[in-house]
């Protein structure tokens, strides 16, 4: 399973961003693929996901409004969408897939990409 990631960058406060993932060795259609991010000295903690299936989707609270999640599953593609970034986005961002359960919570992730910077300043 390859998880590659792309499209971070840095960025002025109020600006956009738009990720993307590039899944591969996957069967992309089960369970939930998801974005998880880690700022220095911090945990990774997650930051939205989606049922490939359903498309239901979930946000943590901090991005909640400003940031989307979306697919495509015949192209094996995940992206998040950025919007009115701040400081507190600056991060080295991940892409993740086979979630069990769902659970947006890194224990439960089974492959990682390898991630891409985001800098708001």
């Known amino acids: 399973v390859q998880l590659v990631e792309s499209g971070g960058g840095s960025v002025q406060a109020g600006g956009s961003l738009r990720l993307s993932c590039a899944a591969s060795g996957y069967t992309y259609n089960r369970n939930c693929i998801a974005w998880f991010r880690q700022a220095p000295g911090k945990e990774r903690e997650g930051v939205a996901r989606?049922?490939?299936?359903?498309?239901?989707?979930y946000y943590a609270d901090s991005v909640k409004g400003r940031f989307t999640i979306s697919q495509d599953n015949a192209e094996n593609t995940l992206w998040l969408q950025m919007n009115s970034l701040n400081a507190e986005d600056t991060a080295m961002y991940y892409c993740?897939?086979?979630?069990?359960?769902?659970?947006?919570?890194?224990?439960?992730?089974?492959?990682w990409g390898q991630g891409t910077q985001v800098t708001v300043s």
């Open positions: 989606i049922a490939t299936g359903s498309g239901t989707t």
């Open positions: 993740a897939a086979g979630i069990r359960g769902c659970v947006l919570w890194p224990g439960f992730v089974d492959y």
